[in-house]
């Protein structure tokens, strides 16, 4: 969900689909070339087990935003950003930039934090709405 303030923005972040079966397809890869490519039936085992630990702990923290130092909100205006995390801690940076910005994307950079924001992880339409409102703001 995004709203409009009088003179910021407010960004609510959920799970990300499209970043969901991308991190999925490149698991479901890298394990069938353990299996494919190493004719050791033990380092394949030994691989496929470190592949499955991996993707158990960057799944819920990373693509499902289950965690709690997940960034779950934004709201920005012309002087700050402010950033809410699921264990409902804010933080506020008196900068920030857009690192990257696309049709499907948008990175944006404040402190030591960076802020991914998919297209499907927020409103139909959002995203152009952020990428004109940190074009025009920053």
């Given at each position: 969900?995004?709203?409009n303030?009088?003179?910021?923005?407010i960004?609510?972040?959920?799970?990300?689909?499209?970043?969901?079966v991308?991190?999925?397809?490149?698991?479901?890869?890298?394990?069938?070339?353990?299996?494919y490519y190493?004719?050791?039936i033990?380092?394949?085992?030994?691989?496929s087990?470190?592949?499955?630990a991996?993707?158990?702990?960057?799944?819920?923290?990373n693509?499902?935003?289950?965690?709690p130092?997940?960034i779950?909100?934004?709201?920005?205006?012309?002087?700050?950003?402010?950033?809410?995390?699921?264990?409902q801690?804010?933080?506020?940076?008196?900068?920030?930039?857009?690192t990257?910005?696309?049709?499907?994307?948008?990175i944006?950079?404040?402190?030591?934090?960076?802020?991914?924001?998919f297209?499907?992880?927020?409103?139909?339409?959002s995203?152009?709405?952020l990428n004109?409102?940190?074009?025009?703001?920053t």
């Open positions: 969900m995004m709203t303030e009088s003179d910021g923005l960004v609510q972040i959920e799970t990300s689909k499209n970043y969901l991308i991190s999925i397809g490149v698991y479901l890869l890298s394990l069938f070339s353990a299996w190493f004719y050791n033990w380092l394949s085992l030994v691989i087990l470190v592949l499955s991996w993707l158990a702990n960057f799944l819920p923290k693509v499902l935003l289950t965690q130092n997940s779950t909100k934004i709201a920005l205006n012309k002087k700050q950003i402010v950033i809410e995390k699921n264990n801690s804010t933080k506020q940076y008196p900068w920030f930039y857009p990257y910005q696309s049709r499907f994307l948008v944006i950079e404040a402190g030591k934090e960076s802020v991914v924001i297209k499907d992880a927020i409103d139909s339409g995203l152009s709405q004109r409102y940190l074009n025009a703001n």
